[in-house]
């Protein structure tokens, strides 16, 4: 079976061969900025699909520009980035994990894109194809059906282990994140009113809460090895955080309900 002229073989080892080499090249990079051991990607494996599928992307589609450089370039840009923004929403909108920013940079969309990494995704392209794809598509077709389809159905299964243990993971500690963020406005909403000292019973609700919230974010801590190796370079999507305006909006209302109701309670003056 093919697509687009290339046997659907070859082009899932191409996939598995890219995500490898884009896990190597980004944890070397990302151990050099951070002067440490900095495994990247969120599978188990040391693979990262987003570069698989993005070489795919760039063998299937970009090689018709071939002939015109500044074009491929450009539709090199745009496609690349389009796709890194697209893992970008969807992961952050399935997991409510943020697991790249590019806030700190100038020129950048919500974070999830930004110029430089852009114009640097047009580069790796034109090294791919021009470069490094013709000496690999050289060793991967001639060599022998059977021995491709063995290779093949090898790492399809691990692929698939992984990526199944992973979404599991991924699912567990979306459903913490949530938690521990609804627990977190609910207790700074409650010391805010604690501090106020406008009743007992509101000091009592915030040791609760301080026993539930620690114990969710101990739980999230020792969940798995992966993740605590991993879980702390990201960040949580904005959805999940409680902007102090609105705690101390709540704290406000709350404060005011309470007097009212003190205010009600108190007996009339004689």
């Keep these: 079976m093919n ?3 290339h046997p659907i073989t070859d082009l899932f080892l191409y996939f598995i061969l890219y995500s490898f ?3 190597v090249m980004e944890t070397c990079y990302c151990s050099i ?4 051991v900095a495994l990247r990607g969120f599978l ?3 693979i990262c699909p987003i570069y698989g599928i993005g070489a795919l992307l760039m063998i299937l589609f970009f090689t018709p520009f071939k002939h015109n450089l500044a074009l491929f370039y450009m539709v090199s840009v745009i496609v690349m980035s389009g796709w890194e923004y697209f893992v970008g929403w969807l992961m952050e909108v399935t997991t409510h994990v943020k697991y790249w920013d590019y806030s700190q940079f100038r020129f950048h969309l919500k974070g999830r894109i930004c110029l430089w990494v852009a ?3 047009g580069l790796l392209s034109y090294l791919i ?3 490094v794809h013709p000496p690999i598509q050289a060793l991967v077709q001639p060599a022998p059906l059977h021995i491709k389809y063995i290779i093949a159905s090898i790492l399809l299964v691990l692929f698939m282990v992984d990526a199944v243990l992973t979404i599991r993971n ?3 500690v979306s459903n913490l994140v949530v938690a521990i963020s609804a627990l977190s406005g609910k207790l700074q909403c409650q010391l805010s009113l604690g501090r106020a000292e406008l009743n007992d019973k509101l000091e009592e ?3 609760s809460l301080r026993r539930r919230y620690s114990a969710e974010i101990a739980k999230l801590e020792k969940y798995s090895r992966h993740f605590r190796r991993r879980f702390a370079d990201f960040s949580i999507n904005r959805l999940y955080q409680v902007p102090i305006e609105d705690i101390r909006a709540a704290a406000e209302a709350s404060r005011k309900g309470l007097k009212k109701q003190r205010s009600k309670s108190k007996p009339p003056k004689s």
């Design 129 to 131: 194809i021009f470069w």
């Design 33 to 36: 900025v951070e002067r440490k």
């Design 44 to 46: 188990y494996g040391p």
């Design 119 to 121: 114009l640097v995704w």
């Design 170 to 172: 991924l699912a567990l």
């Design 205 to 207: 609700s915030a040791t």
């Design 3 to 5: 697509l687009l002229e």
């Design 21 to 23: 080499l884009g896990w």
